[in-house]
């Protein structure tokens, strides 16, 4: 699922941050970020919520999308590279303990589904790297197909890990100010 971040910098722009989290097997694999026009991220807001996402407080954004950055390299996956360029959106927002709110993994193990965009070769990459970092058994994965039980699965997981964040975008900190997109 996706934890977007809003924070309005000093100038007035709004620096944006996309985490696209993995809290089945991969942590956070893949990251959008930019600056916007405060009324281009009114839009966005609007059009994320319009598609029944969840506000959550900036500390649980936070300590969920650390729990996955710690989660990922569990299973044999570091964090998308982009990660530490994206950190200061942060600010001096603190991460709440989510372990009560979230579950990673699937029945106990790493599961991996693959996506539209994930290739052969990427899901042969994905379970060999899972073979040796967890270990054959110790892991659950689907590949391929569009069959209903995927769908079904996908949709349980995107409705667990779907929590997206806005921040009130009067609020800025000297790390919003310095926020540069990559």
Same mark, same amino acid.
């Given at each position: 699922g996706g934890v977007h971040i809003f924070r309005q910098a000093a100038? $007035? !722009?709004v620096a944006v941050v996309l985490f696209l989290?993995?809290?089945c097997c991969l942590g956070v694999k893949d990251i959008a970020s930019g600056v916007i026009a405060p009324a281009a991220a009114r839009e966005r807001i609007q059009a994320i919520r319009e598609k029944g996402s969840t506000d959550v407080s900036p500390g649980e954004a936070r300590g969920l999308v650390e729990r996955a950055v710690e989660y990922g390299p569990q299973n $044999?996956?570091?964090p998308y590279p982009d990660y530490r360029k994206v950190m200061p959106i942060w600010g001096d927002i603190v991460a709440e303990n989510i372990d009560d709110s979230y579950v990673f993994g699937?029945? $106990?193990k790493p599961f991996f589904a693959s996506g539209p965009f994930d290739d052969p070769a990427r899901c042969q990459h994905i379970v060999a790297t899972l073979q040796a970092k967890v270990g054959a058994g110790n892991f659950n994965y689907m590949v391929g197909g569009r069959d209903v039980e995927?769908? !079904?699965i996908l949709g349980q997981v995107m409705q667990?890990?779907?929590q997206v964040f806005i921040e009130q975008m009067n609020s800025t900190t000297s790390a919003e100010a310095e926020y540069e997109a990559p």
């Open positions: 100038d $007035g !722009m989290v993995d809290a $044999g996956f570091e699937r029945d $106990g995927l769908s !079904m667990t890990t779907n």
